[in-house]
């Protein structure tokens, strides 16, 4: 037995001792109830990931009420109980959503009447409007969205998306003063803009004036916009405080529907008015890919969104999808498809310095130019994964070699590095060591700009909006659990005693907040032989979709044995495996475990040095994409147990 990177071990049998009321469930999954068996407590073995495994354990009359008043199986009803769902009521609603019952009144959000009724002036005046979107997904799924509306209603806007590099994040002076000079009367922000007070104040003093469609937290200094929609607003009540800025846009044009509705303006222009679900094909995507929490409103609305994806309803999603998945997976498009697959793509033209892509493909009906967009993409994101594993290399080395993963925060500073792979590589490195990171690099000698990836109860959104109000940064903002930030090259050792100083404060006021990120929480424990056909998929179905506030429900495989690992050529590692305790290795009982860029890394090595050792494993489950009818166990951890061999 190899016991690689021991010093991340940790021993989670001590997170739970005795577990006597777990089950590990076996048999017919398709049946409600399912096959049972006991056991008075389960070896969990060592983390080698360092984790703590927290196996849910939802109370069994609860459990039981469910599956037999909902005719739901065990596995179902114990997902739902361990988020909460307890009552027959909550979980029917939860199974079955309905987008009409839970939908806001779009003049609940501030500012909401003054934005629509600039705009129904500026429409039935034939004013001059300009769309400002921001670059990654959340922007272009929103600039799209708002494009597409006045498209459907004959009035012409147009769309200026920044240059990432060259312009940074938001307004700019300079870009409002171009705008005045091509004679724009309106500017309507998405997805930024809450935080640029100068540029707003030169608007104003210029006489244009600016709604702000935006999602990020805002200062208790507000830009001086004619209309400021963001729920987070300070003053702001309403509930929706976790929308994507794309959701605040689908708002904003049913609210200005509505109005031109009520003032038969669609009668007396004769136009039909617009039909706004298609509309969320971009609000699924936004809404994942800028990672909201997919509980109530955001759950209704991707579990939509999936639909008319599904249906082919945007021809940019369909092209996308056609040429990087194989046939036919319209069908089972997931969030995990959204998240991975077509959002990074969507990304890699604001990352390569072609920040306008994203809008184009997302709001063209022309096949043959979305099919030139994404053929495009798709070379600029294979240029993003050199530049990003390069960079990721020398971002690790500093890491290691100055132990920074040591600190309260890790903060890496570069030169050079490409702006549109940091924030990539703090995520990445923030599920490395569990703590959050800042990567950051110094560009012309002058400016260091970069991005950080929080955990729970590390609110950096806000760290950020205080150091540029106290004049710290030159600009900075974001969400609590993510945000970008530009600052003076003179001013980095004060910018990082600073963030060390607030998050050691954050640590001390709940000590538990890095133990708490490194917890698995685990669902139900099966045995290997359960996923021998796609019958479980179908259960979890039920639960969909997964995501942020919504996870994956996570397995533990219990006992079984590793007996062959390879690996593919992009560098994935797939074991396949069996039940300790199988009497033989018929074709029908292995499961092929998956570890994605396995073969780069301490986790998937061990998986290739370690065949025929007995593990317990914690993952989630798909279907294979290579095996039909077959299942991919997503292994995110191994349980190491004395004399595994």
């Not at 017919?28 to 008075?40: A, T």
């Not at 890394?601 to 025929?612: D, P, V």
Request: glycine content about 6%; charged content about 25%; proline content about 3%.
């Amino acid at each position: 037995m190899k016991y690689i990177s021991s010093h991340v071990e940790t021993n989670i049998s001590n997170n739970i001792n005795i577990i006597s009321e777990k089950k590990i469930l076996d048999g017919n999954l398709q049946n409600s109830n399912q096959n049972i068996e006991s056991n008075n407590s389960i070896n969990l073995g060592y983390s080698f990931r360092g984790y703590k495994w927290n196996l849910l354990e939802g109370d069994i009359n609860t459990i039981h009420n469910l599956t037999e008043n909902l005719e739901i199986s065990e596995i179902l009803a114990r997902i739902l109980v361990n988020r909460g769902i307890n009552t027959v009521c909550d979980a029917y609603c939860y199974l079955n959503p309905k987008l009409r019952d839970i939908f806001p009144d779009p003049f609940t959000l501030k500012d909401m009447d003054k934005g629509v009724d600039r705009l129904i002036k500026a429409i039935k005046n034939n004013e001059k409007v300009i769309v400002f979107s921001d670059y990654d997904v959340d922007g272009a799924t929103s600039g799209a969205l708002i494009y597409r509306f006045f498209k459907q209603i004959n009035f012409e806007v147009d769309v200026y998306v920044p240059n990432r590099n060259a312009e940074g994040y938001s307004l700019s002076t300079k870009v409002i003063q171009k705008f005045k000079d091509d004679g724009y009367n309106v500017i309507i922000t998405v997805d930024c803009g809450s935080s640029a007070i100068t540029p707003v104040k030169l608007a104003r003093d210029l006489g244009i004036d600016v709604i702000i469609l935006d999602h990020h937290i805002v200062s208790n200094e507000m830009p001086p916009a004619l209309a400021l929609i963001n729920p987070r607003r300070p003053d702001d009540t309403s509930e929706y405080k976790m929308i994507a800025a794309v959701t605040v846009a689908l708002i904003f044009v049913i609210g200005l529907r509505q109005e031109l509705r009520r003032s038969k303006w669609f009668d007396n222009n004769k136009i039909e008015e617009p039909d706004i679900m298609p509309l969320l094909c971009l609000v699924a995507l936004g809404t994942v890919c800028d990672v909201m929490p997919l509980n109530k409103l955001n759950r209704i609305l991707v579990k939509s969104g999936l639909h008319f994806i599904r249906n082919r309803s945007n021809v940019g999603i369909s092209t996308l999808m056609d040429m990087m998945m194989n046939n036919g997976v319209e069908k089972k498009i997931s969030t995990h498809h959204l998240g991975f697959t077509i959002g990074p793509r969507i990304n890699a033209g604001g990352r390569i310095d072609e920040s306008r892509l994203g809008f184009e493909l997302l709001s063209t009906d022309d096949e043959v130019k979305a099919k030139e967009i994404v053929e495009h993409m798709e070379r600029l994101n294979n240029e993003r994964r050199i530049k990003e594993r390069i960079t990721e290399e020398e971002v690790i080395n500093q890491i290691e070699k100055l132990s920074l993963y040591k600190n309260s925060i890790i903060i890496v500073v570069g030169e050079d590095w490409p702006m549109g792979v940091l924030g990539i590589l703090a995520s990445r490195i923030k599920e490395r060591y569990h703590k959050p990171c800042v990567i950051s690099s110094i560009y012309d000698e002058k400016v260091i700009k970069g991005s950080c990836r929080s955990i729970i109860g590390i609110d950096i959104g806000t760290l950020f909006n205080k150091a540029k109000e106290d004049g710290l940064l030159i600009d900075g903002g974001g969400h609590p659990m993510a945000g970008g930030f530009s600052i003076d090259s003179k001013k980095i050792e004060e910018w990082k005693e600073y963030l060390y100083r607030e998050t050691e404060k954050m640590e001390r006021d709940n000590k538990n907040l890095i133990e708490e990120s490194k917890k698995l929480d685990i669902d139900v424990i099966l045995k290997a032989s359960s996923l021998n056909n796609a019958s479980i998929i179908n259960i979890i179905e039920q639960a969909m979709p997964f995501g942020h506030g919504n996870p994956q429900p996570r397995f533990m495989l219990h006992k079984v044995k590793i007996i062959k690992t390879i690996v593919s050529k992009s560098g994935n590692v797939g074991s396949f495996i069996i039940d300790s305790d199988h009497k033989s290795n018929r074709e029908y009982s292995v499961v092929r475990c998956v570890v994605f860029r396995g073969s780069e890394n301490e986790f998937g090595r061990f998986l290739i040095q370690n065949e025929g050792a007995i593990v317990n494993m914690v993952g989630t489950v798909q279907e294979s994409p290579k095996l039909p009818d077959k299942i991919d166990f997503i292994l995110e951890d191994i349980g190491i147990m004395d004399n595994c061999h």
